[in-house]
């Protein structure tokens, strides 16, 4: 039986970097949003690569781990997936790296690019206005509206989220590549300074 992930806020994970016992910080955002920012010294590990790939990363991951995402929810699936693979001492980033910023961390920056969840909002409100209007003239595409709800809100009740994750595979949220063996190099590095921001 797996445990539970804690959580960790972004005040405590400050506190253990500037210590000098950082935790493996493992950003399981898309690229695209790593590569806009990041925390110093993390790894990207997109959540879908995390899950399809979580035996060959469990083997590179037999530290103390804090998951990161844009919010906590992403990293919060993150945690779940490997807990059940046997990792211990997992622990999510309480608020994500919207908390990190707003408590004013180091950040790396790259080229801006709006979240994952954002878009989210913006796809998912278009079709729902463009249908409202369209059903003027087409009353059945009212029901693309009726559907594009619905999706929300199992997306709400089940925490997850079928548009973000067909989103995260467009290229504008791929960015710089990020496969299994790019991944496990760098873990297999280990903390090198600049290597990773």
């Known amino acids: ?53 979580r035996a060959e990363l469990r083997q590179h991951l037999d530290e103390d781990v804090v998951l990161i995402c844009h919010s906590g929810t992403r990293a919060g699936q993150a945690g779940q997936v490997l807990a059940d693979a046997g990792l211990p001492n997992l622990k999510i980033l309480d608020g994500g790296i919207t908390a990190w910023r707003a408590a004013q961390a180091p950040i790396s920056r790259g080229r801006p690019r709006w979240d994952l969840e954002r878009q989210v909002r913006l796809v998912a409100g278009s079709i729902v206005l463009v249908s409202v209007l369209a059903s003027v003239f087409v009353p059945g595409l009212k029901w693309v509206a009726a559907f594009v709800g619905a999706g929300l809100t199992f997306a709400a009740l089940t925490d997850t989220c079928a548009m973000g994750m067909l989103l995260s595979r467009l290229p504008y949220n791929r960015g710089a590549s990020c496969d299994l063996d790019s991944v496990v190099g760098q873990l297999r590095e280990g903390p090198t300074v600049g290597t990773r921001s």
Do not use: Q
């Open 1 to 53: 039986m797996s445990t539970r992930p804690t959580t960790l806020n972004a005040a405590g994970l400050r506190e253990l970097i500037d210590s000098g016992r950082a935790p493996r910080l493992l950003d399981v955002r898309t690229p695209g949003e790593f590569e806009t920012s990041h925390i110093p010294g993390s790894y990207n590990v997109p959540l879908d690569l995390l899950r399809e790939h």
